[in-house]
């Protein structure tokens, strides 16, 4: 499979714990993206990076989320001191040079604040 | 700002009859659209996409749209609807001109529904 993969596809944790989560793009894909969906809208933005440099990030991402690509392949996106409003499903996606508006989705962490 | 307004929530037909899935545009300049469908429990999946070249787009899965520039319209349709194309539907604008930036910016979504 060649597609944009994550990990976990779920997580359960409890209000005040950290999550981590994982997204692999599409091999040679230099642009990573991370986007926020929750029950009944559409995906919303929260950053992005071109190789491993984050070049924009929405108002959306809080101090307590920081999101890595250290080395312009796999990229991390983290959430300290998780709460209630952070359950949600978590989508990455990537692009490539030639279609960088075309951009190719994960399937998604699920993630549940208890 | 770019933004994108999906004008129906849930839209209901009956499998073979024509499918119509309306979104309307606001962009400060000429925008590029998408549309993606998201299955449960899958990804979203692109459909189809305009960039500037041709009006009428046509996508997978027999879907195609039209972009109207003087009604600021998007609509995603179907000659005829099948039980498998029930799912969300999210009408999409480019953040920023030419993609530079990346962001994409979803509409709320239309909840397809097929029946039998």
């Known amino acids: 499979d060649t597609g944009v993969s994550q990990d976990p596809r779920h997580k359960i944790t409890k209000r005040g714990q950290n999550v981590t989560f994982r997204c692999d793009p599409i091999?040679?894909?230099?642009?990573l993206y991370w986007y926020r969906q929750t029950l009944g809208q559409g995906p919303e933005f929260l950053t992005y990076f071109q190789n491993e440099a984050q070049l924009e990030k929405s108002r959306l991402l809080s101090d307590r989320f920081s999101a890595e690509r250290p080395k312009g392949s796999f990229s991390t996106l983290e959430i300290q001191r998780t709460e209630q409003g952070d359950s949600a499903m978590y989508l990455c996606?990537?692009?490539?040079?030639?279609?960088?508006?075309?951009?190719?989705f994960g399937p998604g962490t699920r993630l549940l604040v208890l | 700002a770019q933004s994108v307004t999906q004008l129906d929530s849930h839209v209901s037909v009956s499998e073979g009859t024509p499918v119509l899935l309306r979104c309307n545009y606001s962009s400060s300049y000429s925008p590029s659209l998408f549309w993606y469908v998201q299955h449960p429990n899958k990804g979203l999946q692109l459909l189809l996409k305009y960039t500037s070249a041709a009006t009428l787009v046509k996508g997978i899965n027999g879907f195609e749209a039209e972009f109207k520039k003087s009604e600021t319209s998007f609509h995603l349709t179907k000659p005829s609807a099948h039980m498998s194309d029930a799912a969300e539907y999210f009408c999409?604008?480019?953040?920023?001109?030419?993609?530079?930036?990346?962001?994409?910016?979803f509409g709320k979504g239309t909840k397809l529904s097929v029946k039998p």
């Open positions: 996606a990537s692009s490539s040079r030639a279609t960088i508006e075309t951009q190719y």
């Open positions: 999409v604008v480019s953040g920023n001109y030419g993609g530079s930036q990346g962001n994409l910016i």
């Open positions: 091999s040679e894909h230099n642009r």
